[in-house]
Nanobody, 116 residues
Framework: QVQVVESGGGWVQAGGSLRLSCAAS????????IGWYRQAPGKQRELVAT???????TYADSVKGRFIISKDNARNTGYLQMNSLKPEDTAVYYC??????????WGQGTQVTVSS
């Protein structure tokens, strides 16, 4: 069974930074791609950033230039570096990890709160 666990969320003042982690464990699973999503209260879940198996990245317009997605294949872990955070970035952030067989797994989410 594969487990995906996000961590790194918390409270930060506007302009601050946080780095989220998404660790996949269980066998057999090798993370080949990752997507970060977020859901604010009363809103639908939205895609924040993706990192594909060919290392191409995409970002939502609202986070371009501020967030950076990456992954460490050796650690089977993905990251989302979030800089210049704004109050509108407040949400629960979810990781979706993809394996070599196009199987995907969701984490339980981590809360990010940005105060003005």
């Amino acid at each position: 069974q594969v487990q995906v666990v996000e961590s790194g969320g918390g409270w930060v003042q506007a302009g601050g930074s946080l780095r989220l982690s998404c660790a996949a464990s269980g066998t057999p699973f090798s993370m080949t791609a990752i997507g970060w999503y977020r859901q604010a209260p009363g809103k639908q879940r939205e895609l924040v950033a993706t990192l594909r198996s060919d290392d191409t990245t995409t970002y939502a317009d609202s986070v371009k230039g501020r967030f950076i997605i990456s992954k460490d294949n050796a650690r089977n872990t993905g990251y989302l570096q979030m800089n210049s955070l704004k109050p509108e970035d407040t949400a629960v952030y979810y990781c979706n990890a993809w394996g070599v067989y196009s199987d995907s797994y969701w984490g339980q989410g981590t809360q990010v709160t940005v105060s003005s």
